[in-house]
Each structure stands twice: as structure tokens, then as C-alpha cells.
């Protein structure tokens, strides 16, 4: 990582140093909170966990060769250097914030209720053909993870695609002043959240707290199709840049062709142009992601010739729409997380398939006092789109399947449903109800734990 001395550290969070002056002066060459990821002349924060407090590592770590450790408690007369902070939560995000401040790197930060992880993939995707970027790294997205992922922005790099989520009011904020983002990408306002926040309006004021910390000559860029977005104007006065599928937004897309779990073909239009390109990833949703990434191309100065190489480059990872193809059935892994929308979206992929179609769904989770009508309005989503075998798992998950099964028998189409209390349960029936050459999806949100499902589908086993 770039230069940052112990010294520069404890100025930076407010620590007071103890150890070696001369020590002081050197330079840390990683920042982490994981003791088995230490390595030489590493920076370890202690953090305290739910299950683990990383201030039992400190003599551990430093025996392995760290520099220094960052510690809430006073460690005494010890042989190694300590920064004594009153909290190392804070320690951490005030360290990221100094070391971003002292990097020459456009950012890119990206929030909304559905869709951040997706479109932080297709917008590194793009940016990938022309700058050296990172990105963040599976759900390393809140108040530890975006801290972490500066860390390991290089020298070599030139823009940091990162990926901000929330739950509650003032978090997005907190996280804005880390990141310093250039342009701010929002994907919609949904219902994630919505127990902590009240209403969309509510999750509209939180993700917006982007804005506060950004450059202030950046580019705000909103899906234009969300009506909670469509007009927003910021309170720092830059003019958004509108992406959608409505031809009034400066970058949409027309001629669609939907591929169904092949992808889509479609042309896109910009401000000055127009050029075709295919995108690997089933789901309407794509679309919407592929747009936020043009317009983000633009924004830093790219061709249409680079940018729809990097829609076609971008292909899917675990647990994101993710198509596995197995001795017995095709499976749509998607398992990472899930919400109303991107249950409905997952859903509306799977009815693309030209074989017997299987659900696996899973409870939702964080949804407030409406979640038994969201997960109900879930199954129903299943019947409309002709799904053929629903599968409910979990407590909530009996209302996605009484959902189904109300609406199927209204709709005339013949949908099998049903419901289980755990996995294991489903499991024991499993090869009673899948049949060869099925298309099936796994959706619930992370809690929930499916990806040992998608591990059974492709091997015929749970995970040990």
C-alpha cells in the first residue's frame, strides 16, 4: 500500500503510540483485521466480534511479524510497538479516510436497495478495459469491509469501483467520508431495509447521504425508471445523469432481445451515439446495469468500442444468477442474497427456460412488519410467471408457497407446491420431487445459508 507511517497512523485516528520512536517512523505495508492474513510489517486492528475479540491475537500477530497492532486496551510494558485508541472500529475508519485523502484515484461508489453487487461487476467489468481497478470483494460493503477494501487500493491503480451498503440512517454517511467518491452510481430504492428506514422515502434520504462526501465537480448518476429517483435533485447541486430503459433517459436501450438464460442482446444509446452489444448474464435487470456502466465510461472518458467489450467480458460469479450446468439439472445459483425485487427478477429468469422449471426459495429477511405480505406476493409472482414445482423453505417461506399455491389455483396453470421446515427436510425429498434435465433456482436471503443446496444440487451432498 502506499506510504503511511505508525507515526502518520496515530495522528490520523487519534491514537496515542507506544514503542520505539525510531519504530514510528516505518511504514506499514498492509492494514487488516484478520490475524491469519497478517504478514510482514502489517498494521493489526483488534476488533471485538460477536464471538471474537481480535485483541487476543495482538501478541500472536506481532510474533508472525506485524509492525504494529491497533488496541482499546493498554497493553502494559510488552516488547512491541501498540497505537492505544478508545475505539478500534473508529481507529479503522478514521485510518481509511486519511489513507484515501492521500490518494490520486477516481472512485466510484455504488448503492441502492437491489442490484449494488451486479452493477459494481459490470461497471469493473468495463472500466477494466481501459484503467487498472479494483473493486470490492464479495460483501465487503459496511463500516468494516469499505475500510478494508481501501486498504488494498495500490499505487498502480487508477480508479476503485466500491460497492456501499447500509441499514440504517447516518451509516452511509460515515461511509461517504471514507470513500470520497467521484461519481455515485444509485441503482433503485427498494424495500431492503425499509424495518429500519420507515418507508422508501426513508431509504431515499439514507442512500442519498452519498452525496454528502463527494467531489464536488463529480457525477451523480440514477436510474431514471425508479420513480423515487426520476427528479431527485441533490442538495449539492450537481445535475444527475439518467439511465433507463425510457428513451427520455440520455443513456437507455432499445431493440432488446432477450436470450432468456443465454443472455441479451441489445442496442445502447447515449448522448452521441449508438452501438449493439451482448450481455452474458440472464435477467432484464442486466440491462439496467449494463446502462449505469456506459454512462459511467463516459463519465471517465471511454469509447463505445471499449465499453461493449467490457459488457461482454462481464460473466457471472457465485451466487449471482450464476448458471450451473450439472450431470442432472441446470441450476441458476442465486442464492447470495435476496429481497422482493431481486426474488421476482430471479424468478422472471427462470420462467425463461425451456424445460420444467423448479423454485427453491427461501425467507427474506429484514423486510418489517409487511414481510408475510412480501414473501405471499413473492409466490404469487411464481404462479403468474407459470413456474412449474415451488418450494418454500424456512418460517416466512410458508407464505411465499400459500402464496403460490392461492394464485395457481385461479391462474389455471397446474404449479406444484410445496413447503419445507428446514434444509434438511427438503433434502430428504429431494429426489422424489427434482426430475433430469429440470431448470431450477435457489434464492433466500444470506442467512439462510443455500448455497449448501446449490452444493447438493451440483454433487448430490450437503457440505460436511
Same mark, same amino acid.
Given at each position: 500500500?502506499?506510504?503511511?507511517? =505508525?507515526? @502518520?497512523?496515530?495522528?490520523? #485516528? ?12 516505518? *511504514? ?23 464471538? %471474537? ?14 509492525? #504494529? ?10 516488547? &512491541?510497538? &501498540? ?12 485510518? $481509511? *479516510?486519511? &489513507?484515501? +485523502? ?68 447516518? @451509516?452511509?454517511?460515515?461511509l461517504a467520508r ?12 427498494g424495500v431492503a ?23 464536488? *465537480? ?50 445502447? %444509446? ?20 449494463? =446502462? ?19 459488457? *461482454?467480458?462481464?460473466?457471472?460469479? $457465485? ?5 450451473? @450446468? ?20 430471479? =424468478?422472471?429468469? =427462470? ?7 423448479? $423454485? ?15 414473501? &405471499? ?24 408457497? +400459500?402464496?403460490? $399455491? ?47 443446496? %446449490?452444493?447438493?444440487? @451440483? ?6
Open positions: 500500500m502506499k506510504h503511511m507511517s =505508525l507515526y @502518520e497512523i496515530a495522528a490520523a #485516528c487519534g491514537g496515542v503510540y507506544h514503542g520505539d520512536p525510531e519504530t514510528a517512523a516505518k *511504514e506499514v505495508s498492509s492494514v487488516v483485521i484478520d490475524s491469519r492474513k497478517v504478514e510482514k510489517d502489517s498494521l493489526f486492528v483488534a476488533i471485538r466480534g460477536a464471538r %471474537v475479540d481480535g485483541h487476543t491475537f495482538i501478541p500472536q500477530v506481532m510474533e508472525k511479524g506485524a509492525l #504494529c497492532s491497533v488496541s482499546e486496551q493498554n497493553l502494559g510494558d510488552v516488547s &512491541y510497538p &501498540y497505537i492505544k485508541v478508545n475505539s478500534c472500529e473508529q481507529a479503522l475508519k478514521d485510518i $481509511a *479516510e486519511h &489513507y484515501r +485523502r492521500s490518494l490520486d484515484i477516481k472512485v466510484v461508489g455504488i448503492t441502492g436497495s437491489v442490484g449494488k453487487t451486479s452493477t459494481k461487476e459490470m461497471i469493473a467489468s468495463i472500466l477494466s478495459q481501459k484503467f487498472s481497478v479494483l473493486k470490492t470483494e464479495g460483501n465487503f460493503n459496511n463500516e468494516i469491509g469499505l475500510p478494508l477494501t481501501v486498504f488494498n487500493i495500490r499505487e498502480e491503480h487508477q480508479v476503485a469501483v466500491l460497492e456501499m451498503g447500509m441499514s440504517g440512517f447516518g @451509516e452511509m454517511t460515515r471514507i470513500a470520497r467518491p467521484d461519481i455515485c452510481v444509485i441503482t433503485n430504492i431495509h425499509i424495518e429500519n428506514l420507515g418507508s422508501r422515502d426513508g431509504i431515499l434520504k439514507a442512500k442519498t447521504e452519498m452525496f454528502t462526501y463527494m467531489n464536488p *465537480e463529480g457525477t451523480i448518476i440514477l436510474n431514471g425508471d425508479d420513480d423515487k429517483l426520476r427528479g431527485y435533485v441533490p442538495q449539492n447541486g450537481i445535475v444527475p445523469v439518467y439511465f433507463g430503459l425510457d428513451a427520455t433517459c440520455p443513456y437507455h436501450a432499445r431493440n432488446i432481445e432477450n436470450r432468456g438464460l443465454r443472455g441479451t442482446d441489445a442496442e445502447f %444509446v447515449t448522448p452521441s451515439s449508438s452501438f449493439r452489444a451482448h450481455i452474458a448474464i440472464p435477467g432484464g435487470h442486466m440491462v439496467h446495469n449494463a =446502462l449505469a456502466g456506459i454512462a459511467v465510461g463516459y463519465a471517465l472518458g471511454m469509447t463505445d468500442e471499449e465499453i461493449a467489450r467490457g459488457i *461482454e467480458a462481464n460473466v457471472p460469479i $457465485a451466487g449471482r444468477n450464476n448458471l450451473i @450446468e450439472t450431470g442432472h439439472y441446470t441450476v441458476i445459483d442465486d442464492c447470495y442474497n435476496a429481497n422482493p425485487i431481486s426474488m421476482k427478477a430471479s =424468478l422472471d429468469v =427462470l420462467s425463461f427456460a425451456d424445460t420444467r422449471t423448479v $423454485a427453491i426459495l427461501g425467507d427474506m429477511f429484514e423486510l418489517g412488519p409487511k414481510e408475510k405480505e412480501m414473501h &405471499y406476493e413473492t409466490g404469487k409472482h411464481a404462479a403468474e410467471k407459470g413456474i412449474d414445482v415451488l418450494i418454500g423453505i424456512g418460517d416466512l417461506s410458508e407464505e411465499i408457497t +400459500r402464496g403460490g $399455491a392461492e394464485t395457481a389455483k385461479t391462474s389455471g396453470h397446474p404449479m406444484e407446491v410445496l413447503h419445507f421446515n428446514t434444509k434438511s427436510d427438503f433434502f430428504d425429498k429431494a429426489d422424489s420431487i427434482l426430475r433430469d434435465g429440470d431448470t431450477i433456482l435457489v434464492k433466500a436471503s444470506h442467512g439462510m445459508e443455500f448455497p449448501e443446496i %446449490v452444493k447438493w444440487l @451440483e454433487t448430490g451432498r450437503t457440505e460436511s
